[in-house]
Every structure is written in C-alpha cells, then in structure tokens.
C-alpha cells in the first residue's frame, strides 16, 4: 500500500502544515520533485478574519502543483468554502499571501464548480455552458463547437435544448462542471459538488469526473466531507481542523490512475480510507495548540 502520512520523505513533495523551512526548501528547488508537477500556487501564512471577528483560517500555509488533484477535507466550519474563494480571487485574505507560481491565473484561467449547480433556469443546458465563454466575447456560432463537445464530455449529448427544470440532480452537476470546463482552465475548484447527489450517482461523476481530469490535465481542487470520496478522488488529501480553520495535516494517495470501480472495493481502498479517517478524527479532537506542536515536530 502506498500511503504516506505526514512523511518525511522529500520525493513526495512538501507536506502542508509543516515547517514553513520546507515549504522553502520546496520553492528553491532543494527538495525533490517527486511525481507531482511543479508547484503551481502556495498559500503563505494565510489568514482570513470576517468584518464580524470570525476567524476563518489562521496561518494557512499549502502548496498546490501543477496536475494535483487535492481534495480539502475537514469538518463543517474549518473554512474549506473559504479557501476556495480566497484561491478564486473571489475574496482577499486578511494576512499572509497567495502567491502564484509564474503569473496569477486569469478568470478564464480558474473554473469554480459550487455545491448548488448554480445554473440560469431559464436558459437551456446550451446556453448555461455557453455564458462563460459569451462572458468573454464568443458569439453562439463560435461557442458551439467548444459547447458541445464539452456535453458530450459529460455524458450530456443531446440535452442541449433542455431546461434545468427537466434535468436530474446528476445531471444538473454535470452541467454545472461543463460549465466550469468548458473555458479550458488550468485550475478547477469544486465545492462539494456532490453532496447532496445519491451513493450510485456520486459514483458515477467521480469516475467522469477523474475521466476528465486525466484527459484535461487541469489541477484540481475538490472540498469534501466524505473520507471515501477524497481517497477515491485524490492525489493528496490536505485535512483541516476548526476554531480557528486551518491545515492539520497531509495525506498522499499515491494509488495509479485510472481508479477503477476495483480500487473502490480493494482491501487496500478501504485501508487507505481508515487511514484518512483517523486523521480527520484527530484534527476534529485537536486544539489549536497541538496543531502547532504538530507542526514542530512534522506529526506522524
Ligand atoms: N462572509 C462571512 N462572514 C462571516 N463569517 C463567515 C463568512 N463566511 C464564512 N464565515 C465563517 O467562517 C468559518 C468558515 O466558513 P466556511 O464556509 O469556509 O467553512 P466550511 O469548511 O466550508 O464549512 P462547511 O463544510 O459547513 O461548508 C465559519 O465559522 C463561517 O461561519
Ligand atoms: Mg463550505
């Protein structure tokens, strides 16, 4: 089984959470590469405090590569939702930096896939995926092609004339995400896109959804509260705890792509699984002064 909690092994890349020297060591190129990309954003000491003294993340420090898929997984509360918007650009932190790698992705350049499929009920399954792209100046004529071949990407050829209201939840998310997909980004950000979908479903779009990722090569970014859903989906899986919200600790899923439904019923599934559960309940349990040691002594 290849699982790595807190390692100390510098060829699977800079754990968040630790030292902010290694996060160093990984910006200079000291530490070696690994599988991973090259880093792509680092959150650096990132805080956010609300205009009414909530404080939603304290000295966050991440670091995201190029082709990760990292799925944020954390109890309600821990500010996942919040990070996410801060890496969208959507809002600005309160401390510390977002500091990209090369120059700050551009709004086409960063698709945002929200818990509700947020979609125009009005407006056709064409004309919902078609706005991003008419946002910057396509015409119908020279979105079409990019439209639909992104419906057929998800599953969703022939539903183009369709209204949201005569869709299935499922279907309604893939539409969702055509919509994020289909300006091309390099980073795409999802926020529970799942949650409120059937087991059988959620199945499904996490088998299409991994389909697309390794077809587009985008980075991904996924919050989720399920610990099945993270191993499943993920390269690493960065735990966060609450009050205040912040990086607890760093687990790599270091299992081959593509994931098939028998990685979703090996024993070394279910394995990997209890792992990411016992770490989630620990960062439930801890107080924000065992983060801090946590991090001193690089856990484990
Ligand atoms: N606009 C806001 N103004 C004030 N407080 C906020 C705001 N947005 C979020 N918060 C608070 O910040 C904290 C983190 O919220 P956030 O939505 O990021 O958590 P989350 O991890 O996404 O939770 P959930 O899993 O329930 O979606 C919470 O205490 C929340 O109440
Ligand atoms: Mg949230």
């Excluded at 390269?235 to 098939?260: H, N």
Aim: charged share 20%.
């Amino acid at each position: 089984m290849n699982v790595q909690v807190q390692t100390p092994d510098p060829a699977a890349g800079p754990a968040v959470g630790q030292a902010a020297d290694q996060v160093a060591d990984h910006l200079t190129g000291r530490a070696a590469g690994g599988s991973a990309g090259q880093p792509q954003l680092f959150l650096r000491s990132v805080g956010k405090t609300f205009a009414n003294r909530t404080v939603a993340l304290e000295a966050v420090d991440m670091v995201i590569n190029r082709g990760d898929f990292a799925s944020l997984l954390g109890p309600s509360g821990c500010g996942k939702s919040t990070a996410l918007r801060l890496i969208a650009g959507l809002i600005s932190p309160t401390a510390g930096v977002i500091d990209w790698r090369g120059a700050p992705l551009g709004k086409s350049d960063i698709g945002f896939v929200f818990q509700e499929p947020t979609l125009m009920p009005w407006a056709s399954v064409f004309d919902n995926v078609w706005l991003p792209l008419r946002l910057r100046g396509d015409s119908r004529a020279a979105a079409a092609p990019k439209v639909r071949a992104m419906l057929e990407q998800v599953g969703l050829a022939g539903f183009e004339n369709a209204v949201p209201r005569e869709l299935s939840g499922g279907m309604k998310m893939r539409v969702s995400i055509a919509r994020a997909l289909v300006t091309r980004p390099r980073l795409l950000l999802m926020d529970e896109p799942f949650a409120a979908l059937d087991e059988i479903t959620r199945f499904r779009l996490n088998d299409d959804l991994l389909a697309l990722w390794q077809a587009e090569r985008f980075t991904a970014i996924f919050v989720t509260h399920s610990v099945f859903e993270s191993v499943f989906l993920s390269t690493r899986i960065i735990v966060m705890a609450a009050r205040p919200g912040r990086v607890f600790e760093e687990m790599a899923v270091e299992v081959p792509y593509p994931r098939s439904e028998a990685f979703r019923t090996s024993p070394e599934y279910a394995a990997l699984c209890r792992q990411a559960s016992a770490v989630l309940e620990r960062a439930m349990l801890a107080r924000p002064a065992e983060q801090a040691t946590e991090a001193r002594h690089g856990g484990g």
